[in-house]
């Protein structure tokens, strides 16, 4: 199974900003698109945020213009720069492949917390 450990979350003012990190186990990262999700209490697991194996990209109309998806295949790492962040934003945050596929785990997430 591919494990993911997610971090770089924490508690930030509106308007700031966050850079979230995934690393993946094993050797076959680089052939996979994948995504960053977000939960949110009360409300279903969604995909905000997703990266081919080719490094294009795609957003939820709920993030477009302020967060950012890249990955380094070198690093078996994906990352999540989010910008101009909103009470709204709050949620945990996950990677996993996108769309998922077997044999890939979920991590235990990184908690955001976007409040004044």
């Known amino acids: 199974q591919v494990q993911l450990v997610e971090s770089g979350g924490g508690l930030v003012q509106p308007g700031g900003s966050l850079r979230l990190s995934c690393t993946a186990s094993g050797s076959i990262f680089s052939t996979y698109a994948m995504g960053w999700y977000r939960q949110a209490p009360g409300k279903q697991r969604e995909l905000v945020a997703g990266?081919?194996?080719?490094?294009?990209?795609h957003y939820a109309d709920s993030v477009k213009d302020r967060f950012t998806i890249s990955r380094d295949n070198a690093k078996n790492t994906v990352y999540l720069q989010m910008n101009s962040l909103k009470p709204e934003d709050t949620a945990v945050y996950y990677c996993n492949a996108a769309p998922l596929a077997p044999y890939w785990s979920w991590g235990q997430g990184t908690q955001v917390t976007v409040s004044s």
């Open positions: 990266i081919t194996s080719r490094s294009s990209t």
